[in-house]
């Protein structure tokens, strides 16, 4: 029973996850439009569902023993969450700087920001992009 | 045994963050690098147990961007997230932007 509930959650995880997407404005009229794209990430993981998933994968002692941690670190990672937790929270800040290196000339237009995520259950590489068009 | 498994556990999982969102504003006429500067505001937000304590921190985080430029503000990017704790948590916000001024 236990296998099979694993086997189940490990084949319903998915593998790609879109949080937010936004796009601003599109003006084609100034010039030749040129793709840039950004991407940074963060690798992301949920101690708590990987203690769920010790506590569901053992049997008595040890199971109880997944259970105790699972509500630990629940209790010691409080807040609202988007993705797994990440360990560095400042991997999305430079952003803006790659984008002016992909496009030097600073102007860009059809700007899409996009937060999402490549998962494989409690482990993911959580990420924050911009695909925007450079006016060369 | 288990405090020695514990204790790492705590102090490595205390830590954590969440980004939710990146929020970035259109790049209208970006000054020449050599013309511009990169003003930046962070503001935080403390929650105990969903109990709020202030809420005009991104009204805050705005005024700060503003003040540091008194000249135009582009290429503005938004940044908004959670740093976990126990059984509290601080949602921040991060502006950052390109001023030029005169």
């Known amino acids: 029973m236990r296998w099979t509930a694993l086997l189940v959650l490990a084949l319903t995880a998915g593998c790609a996850r879109l949080d937010h997407v936004q796009i601003g404005s599109i003006d084609q009229s100034q010039g030749e439009l040129v793709p840039v794209s950004v991407r940074l990430s963060e690798t992301g993981f949920d101690a708590t569902a990987a203690a769920e998933i010790g506590r569901v994968a053992s049997r008595g002692r040890t199971a109880e023993n997944f259970k105790q941690l699972r509500d630990i670190l629940a209790l010691i990672n409080m807040g609202p969450r988007t993705g797994n937790p990440v360990f560095d929270d400042a991997y999305a800040q430079r952003l803006q700087e790659y984008l002016l290196v992909e496009c030097p000339s600073g102007r860009l237009t059809g700007i899409r920001a996009i937060r999402e995520a490549k998962t494989a259950g409690p482990v993911s590489g959580e990420i924050v992009g911009v695909d925007a068009y450079c006016i060369r | ?102």
């Open chain 2, 1 to 102: 045994m288990k405090i020695r498994i514990l204790l790492p556990l705590m102090l490595l999982t205390g830590c954590t963050h969440s980004v939710h969102m990146q929020h970035v504003s259109d790049f209208d006429d970006v000054p020449a690098a050599e013309k511009r500067s990169v003003v930046t505001a962070e503001t935080e937000q403390t929650v105990v147990l969903g109990f709020v304590f202030e809420t005009d921190y991104v009204d805050q985080a705005k005024q700060q961007l503003m003040t540091q430029c008194n000249g135009r503000l582009s290429a503005v990017t938004t940044q908004y997230s959670t740093s976990h704790g126990f059984l509290h948590w601080t949602n921040k916000i991060r502006m950052q932007g390109l001023c030029s001024e005169g």
